[in-house]
């Protein structure tokens, strides 16, 4: 039996960091407000010119690095995105042209801030049927050009990001279960209106109702996080680490109060990242791996919920 591992995480974040201060002079908000009712503090802005692809070759160099594959062995490329440089070709592609990994498979999905699980989910899948041996998974986002900011109630919460992990075959796993769920009932709750066959706007912008967003987000993840550990035999309080997607430290707090952990267990980025939504786990998961917090054998549940809406976890043993 064939399972896959991550091999090894890397992540990038632009240089310009934007406080809470500066946007009490953009909108009608204070640091006291964004700080109390979403846990962010400051959060990574792309310069102008650089794009998700740009990021994204970033995280992925450094994820490639750390796990000793060279760029040109990569197999695989699932990569998470709201945010493509271009309609087509997709940025899977465009990173494989920079990698130099010619001819293997290369696609972007656009599942919100559900892309990077969903796209880990597919990359597993691919691992352990043996049709991928070095597979690359993305989640990479610039929101700061599909964030209005004139609009206070999203201008203080989405940013800029990219993080990926190398996947590789393994005797044991690694991932161990992944969860994916989508319900397109609740669209106008949080979409972005701008494509191409509805009509293209030269100023896309996020348009979020938050507080229905944050109850159904609660509920999903809830749910989703229960189902993991149901298919894996285990009881609350069984993990070393929970890595959720970084929207709104409350949907954090309440998601870990759901698993019974302790917030020492979490890893939270939320204050230093804001959301970068398909690129917040992968980016979370890098710092704790970074910092020594995760450790080899630990186990994991990542999951994310986002705009569609879609969600989705995955139980890794790191
Ligand atoms: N500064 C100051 N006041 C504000 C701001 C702001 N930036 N934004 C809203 N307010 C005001 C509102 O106008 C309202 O005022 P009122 O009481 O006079 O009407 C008051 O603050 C409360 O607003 P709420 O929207 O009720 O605030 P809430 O506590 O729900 O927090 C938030 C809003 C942070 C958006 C929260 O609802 C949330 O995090 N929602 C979920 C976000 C999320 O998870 N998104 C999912 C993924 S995103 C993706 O897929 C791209």
Redesign the pocket.
């Known amino acids: 039996m064939i399972y896959s591992r991550i091999a090894a995480t890397g992540a990038y974040l632009p240089e310009r960091v934007l406080t809470n201060a500066e946007?009490e002079k953009l909108?009608?908000?204070?640091d006291e407000?964004?700080r109390t009712?979403?846990g962010i503090e400051r959060r990574h802005i792309a310069a102008a010119g650089e794009t998700t692809v740009d990021l994204a070759e970033r995280a992925a160099r450094r994820a490639l690095d750390a796990a000793g594959v060279a760029p040109g062995e990569v197999d695989f490329i699932a990569f998470g995105t709201?945010t493509p440089d271009l309609i087509f070709p997709n940025c899977g592609v465009l990173l494989q042209e920079r990698l130099g990994c010619y001819g293997v498979p290369a696609f972007s999905l656009e599942t919100?801030?559900?892309g990077f699980m969903y796209a880990l989910s597919i990359a597993d899948k691919y691992v352990r049927c043996g049709d991928a041996k070095r597979a690359l998974v993305v989640g990479a986002e610039t929101?700061s050009r599909i964030t209005d900011w004139k609009d206070?109630?999203?201008?203080?919460?989405?940013a800029d990001g990219a993080g990926a992990v190398v996947l590789e075959p393994a005797a044991a796993p690694g991932v161990l279960s992944t969860h994916l769920h989508a319900d397109g009932r609740h669209q106008e709750l949080?979409y972005c209106g701008s494509g191409v066959s509805k009509g293209l706007s030269l100023s896309p912008a996020?348009t979020?109702a938050?507080?229905e967003?944050?109850k159904i987000?609660v509920s999903k993840l809830g749910s989703v996080v229960d189902e993991t550990l149901s298919a894996n035999g285990l009881e609350r309080g069984a993990l070393d680490w929970l890595v959720p997607?970084q929207?709104?430290i409350?949907?954090i707090q309440a998601t870990a109060t759901k698993l019974a952990m302790p917030m020492e267990r979490v890893i939270v980025t939320v204050q230093d990242h804001g959301?970068t939504?398909a690129a917040s786990v992968p980016l979370a998961l890098d710092v704790g791996v970074r910092d020594g917090r995760i450790k080899r054998g630990d186990l994991l549940l990542l999951e994310a919920?986002?705009?569609?809406f879609t969600w989705g976890s995955a139980l890794v043993r790191y």
């Open positions: 946007l909108v009608d908000t204070t407000w964004i009712r979403t709201t919100a801030c559900s929101l206070r109630a999203t201008a203080v919460l989405f949080l996020i979020m938050g507080k967003v944050f987000a997607h929207a709104n409350r949907i959301n939504s919920f986002g705009g569609g």
